[in-house]
């Protein structure tokens, strides 16, 4: 079901066409899986971003980022696709050189939908958007 309009699309076919001529960084600062067996955010979404026809664009130049390094320039890439791992200065200055940051929600919906959204269409598809709010302490009564 499409996010922004609440239809149920069909699956389409977009092997090797949603995404053609467009390049795109997937990056996360949490290299390594949490639990043992289960897979990173950038080895689940390297592939389908190749799949779906973009080319995938090498993170090493933002492995390393911190704000004191004297990194100017930058890959060329259209998107990054990140999750909450990525480091606010790095997102300003990505916005500065007017590239699109988003989360994988916005992969996902491109998917279902058939057509790439407006990067901005929806909150959800901010790359800080699955950051939760910090959970009330409770005590218990003993």
């Not at 639990?35 to 689940?44: A, E, L, N, P, V």
């Not at 973009?54 to 911190?66: G, K, Q, Y």
Request: charged content about 25%.
């Amino acid at each position: 079901m499409g996010l922004l309009n609440g239809v149920i699309y069909p699956l389409p076919d977009v092997r090797g066409k949603l995404l053609v001529g467009r390049s795109i960084m997937v990056h996360s600062r949490m290299a390594l899986p949490i639990k043992r067996g289960s897979t990173g955010f950038m080895q689940i979404w390297s592939p389908i971003v190749e799949w779906l026809g973009a080319r995938v664009v090498s993170d090493t130049s933002l492995a390393d980022w911190t704000p004191a390094s004297n990194v100017t320039s930058l890959p060329d890439f259209e998107i990054l696709l990140t999750d909450s791992s990525c480091p606010p200065e790095i997102v300003k200055k990505l916005k500065r050189a007017r590239k699109e940051v988003v989360s994988s929600e916005w992969l996902i919906q491109s998917i279902i939908m058939g057509s790439c959204p407006d990067c901005s269409a929806h909150r959800r598809f901010r790359y800080d958007s699955g950051i939760e709010p910090a959970k009330k302490r409770t005590s218990r009564s003993r």
